[in-house]
């Protein structure tokens, strides 16, 4: 059953982020509007799902994102999320909903410095240098004096890695975040070309090493990790003889293999299964880190059935598990319960199919070197 979609409410930003997988920059032509975004988020909610998540582009600049995001906040029963990376018209931030509506903020923020900031994010052209940095540091400031419960994503990049504590402290210390989400780079879209920003595994491995040594001592604890596969998290971890399930509680990390709905597919990865993704013309992909393949679009949230959706060769593509323990590099692996294979969206998107390796775990490194 789909819990959770994310949706792109416009392609249009004004920010250049190196690592962008939707390569947001202008908006398309078709995007929906207020009238058909509502539509889709009814639809939505009527079968089931349980929680969205405005994104984009950046959703502060689609016109009617007040109203759209008050409308899902009035649903019954239903989460909701914004990310956003904070350029765009701050005095907007007065319209949105407060916390008791299941209703959540998540600010992009890199890094603490703005040179440094501006190697990842940068503006696009025409704008200041400073605008990116001097946009998500007023947002941070803003939601703060309104008393709006946020918190911080930061993607890992070979710049921000070494530097993590420090930024720590600046958003959750100083900014007033709720917490930091550490998220691990999809290299899909334009972060498949890294520009040499990308953080090589043996550096992460370090990282990740030296974080979980930190929060073992009482610190960082309002700090968490997103990765697009599970090896991220346990492979590390593993090959340093380190206890998973005691760094599971310090990070409140779970692999999503124990969720049901993936138990019964055999697989870790929620693409196609509990989660969907809408692009901003209304065009329906397993995953927001798909929207835009077109060999992986499912239909359209206003004229396609998602029960029929469900039965689509390729959804059910998604729902087949990988023969991971035929994969030499997954039989002999020690997290192989806990990954089975990797993820089924960076296979389709890289190899055009479910069924390879997870093409950037370092045990497949003979198929495509991990950036």
């Known amino acids: 059953m789909i819990y959770h979609a994310d949706l792109n409410l416009t392609n249009r930003c004004e920010l250049r982020c190196k690592y962008c997988h939707s390569s ?21 909610h009527e079968s089931g799902i349980q929680s969205i998540s405005f994104a984009g582009g950046e959703p502060m600049l689609h016109p009617e994102v007040i109203p759209l995001v008050n409308y899902a906040c009035s649903l019954p029963s239903f989460r909701v999320a914004l990310i956003t990376g904070g350029a765009f018209n701050h005095d907007l931030l007065k319209r949105l909903p407060t916390s008791e509506h299941q209703f959540s903020i998540s600010l992009s923020i890199d890094h603490y410095e703005q040179a440094k900031f501006n190697l990842t994010r940068p503006p696009r052209q025409g704008y200041r240098s400073s605008y990116s940095f001097e946009s998500a540091i007023a947002t941070a400031e803003a939601l703060g004096m309104l008393g709006i419960s946020w918190s911080v994503n930061t993607v890992l990049t070979s710049t921000n890695a070494p530097e993590i504590e420090e930024l720590y402290t600046f958003v959750v210390k ?8 550490l998220i691990v780079c999809a290299n899909i879209g334009r972060g498949s070309k890294s520009d040499g920003q990308g953080l090589p595994y043996s550096q992460f491995k370090e990282r990740l090493l030296y974080w979980t040594e930190q929060k073992s001592k009482g610190l960082l604890s309002a700090m968490r990790i997103s990765t697009i596969s599970p090896w991220e998290f346990y492979l590390p971890l593993a090959e340093m003889g380190i206890e998973l399930a005691e760094c599971e509680n310090l990070w409140h990390y779970s692999t999503p293999s124990r969720f049901d709905a993936l138990e019964a597919c055999d697989t870790s990865d929620t693409t196609g299964i509990t989660e969907i993704a809408i692009d901003s013309n209304g065009d329906i992909y397993p995953s927001v880190l798909l929207s835009g393949l077109q060999s992986a679009r499912l239909g359209n949230i206003l004229n396609s059935d998602l029960n029929f959706i469900q039965n689509s060769s390729i959804f059910q593509q998604f729902q087949k598990p990988k023969p991971y323990l035929t994969y030499p590099a997954c039989s002999t692996c020690l997290i192989v319960r806990q990954c089975r294979g990797g993820s089924k969206a960076r296979s389709f998107w890289l190899m055009g199919s479910t069924l390879s390796m997870d093409p950037f775990c370092p045990r497949a490194s003979d198929l495509v070197s991990p950036s």
């Open 174 to 181: 100083r900014l007033g975040a709720a917490g930091l989400l």
């Open 24 to 44: 947001s920059g202008q908006p398309k032509k078709d995007e929906l509007s207020q009238s058909e975004w509502i539509r889709a988020i009814k639809k939505l």
